[in-house]
């Protein structure tokens, strides 16, 4: 019970520090999924994004 109080006391007693922590946690929360959706997105379907095929198509200026 120790570590639930102390939880509650450090976070969920006082709205001035509940609220940041649940803005925080939720666009952290965003990032983190973001990027892993985003990774796995890319390797499902590695080779058949434009990043990966730009290079048969796309000429180098000189």
Request: no cysteine; net charge positive.
């Amino acid at each position: 019970m120790s570590l639930a109080n102390n939880f509650y006391n450090l976070i969920f007693k006082r709205n001035s520090v509940y609220v940041p922590v649940v803005f925080a946690s939720a666009f952290a929360f965003g990032i983190g999924f973001d990027l892993g959706t985003t990774a796995f997105w890319d390797s499902w379907n590695k080779g058949k994004q434009w990043k990966d095929i730009r290079h048969n198509y796309v000429q180098q200026e000189e």
